[in-house]
């Protein structure tokens, strides 16, 4: 069965760097996004990614973050300072076009901000 | 911005019993869903339902969808331990933003 892949599984970095978080969604899906969750906490929304574009974003998707499809098959999110607060979950999605298609989760990469 | 409230929160139960999880949403939406979360694992979709009366089932699990009441319900009929896991509703908005419930933590015990 296809899948959503995120690389790494977890990244450790001390505050103030930049991060790149990777995903590659299910190929013959149209529609991309990045949550976050806190550990023990909710499921946030932080954007959404459509014809090579941002659609929707959050108030948490300040101008610290940006997402990208470089290539195609590849979509990233970037964090270009990080904060501690950033440390977190953060999960890939994929669906194809209809509301009624479900969303593909990644199995999520763990961000530690020291 | 769009509010959704699960409850409850936390749930424990025991095998056999029947027990619902609610899930109330602030804004007009046609486009509920619902997610499993094992611990330390991602999201796993369960239901989506779209439009109002929808109802679906899938095994111990029945989800139905109240869009005049802003309100799902998701229905679990005679509780295994397998179903213990974190379960979250989400709610569809403008077109292509998702919004999450809190959870709700469910242990069934044996």
């Known amino acids: 069965e296809p899948e959503v892949t995120q690389t790494p599984s977890h990244q450790v970095t001390q505050m103030g760097q930049e991060v790149i978080l990777r995903c590659v969604p299910i190929?013959?899906?149209?529609?991309f996004y990045w949550y976050r969750q806190i550990l023990g906490q909710k499921v946030e929304f932080l954007v959404s990614f459509y014809n090579n574009e941002i659609s929707e974003k959050s108030e948490i998707f300040d101008d610290q973050f940006s997402v990208e499809r470089p290539d195609g098959s590849n979509f990233t999110l970037k964090i270009r300072s990080t904060k501690l607060e950033d440390s977190a979950m953060y999960f890939c999605a994929s669906r194809q076009q209809e509301a009624k298609n479900i969303q593909y989760f990644g199995a999520g990469t763990r961000l530690s901000v020291l | 911005e769009l509010k959704v409230e699960q409850n409850p929160l936390f749930l424990s139960m025991q095998e056999g019993k029947n027990y619902t999880i609610y899930c109330n949403y602030s804004?007009?939406?046609?486009?509920l869903y619902w997610y499993r979360q094992d611990p330390g694992k991602s999201l796993e979709s369960l239901f989506v339902?779209?439009?109002?009366?929808a109802v679906k089932q899938e095994g111990r699990l029945m989800a139905s969808l109240d869009t005049k009441a802003r309100l799902s319900t998701l229905h679990i009929t005679a509780a295994v331990h397998d179903l213990s896991a974190t379960y979250f509703c989400a709610v569809l908005y403008n077109f292509n933003k998702f919004y999450f419930g809190s959870g709700t933590k469910l242990n069934v015990k044996p």
């Open positions: 339902l779209l439009s109002n009366g």
């Open positions: 190929s013959n899906h149209l529609y």
């Open positions: 804004t007009t939406s046609d486009r």
